[in-house]
């Protein structure tokens, strides 16, 4: 799995629901760069208001998270 240049995978909600549950499962997860606007490419499970905030698992053996890529969770 790669995620590149601000690319997301996401598991977000932005109003009063509970955001979902992230669950990612490949052999090799390359993370990296931003985007012209500074986005970075990102996995992530979160809520923006008042909802609670899923979860996030990570099944990998390799995992690359470089060049301002991130791994959030809020």
Same mark, same amino acid.
């Given at each position: 799995?790669?995620?590149? &240049?601000?690319?997301? $995978?996401?598991?977000? #909600?932005?109003?009063?629901?509970?955001?979902?549950?992230? &669950?990612? #499962?490949?052999? %090799?997860?390359?993370?990296?760069? $931003? &985007?012209?606007?500074?986005?970075?490419?990102?996995?992530?499970?979160? !809520? !923006?208001? #008042?909802?609670?905030?899923?979860?996030?698992?990570?099944?990998? &053996?390799?995992? !690359?998270?470089? %060049?301002?890529?991130?791994?959030? !969770?809020?």
């Amino acid at each position: 799995l790669e995620v590149r &240049d601000g690319a997301q $995978i996401q598991a977000a #909600t932005f109003g009063a629901g509970q955001s979902g549950f992230l &669950d990612v #499962t490949a052999e %090799n997860i390359l993370l990296s760069g $931003i &985007d012209p606007k500074r986005a970075p490419a990102a996995l992530v499970a979160a !809520t !923006t208001s #008042t909802g609670k905030s899923g979860g996030m698992r990570i099944v990998t &053996d390799s995992l !690359t998270v470089q %060049n301002g890529a991130q791994i959030i !969770t809020s």
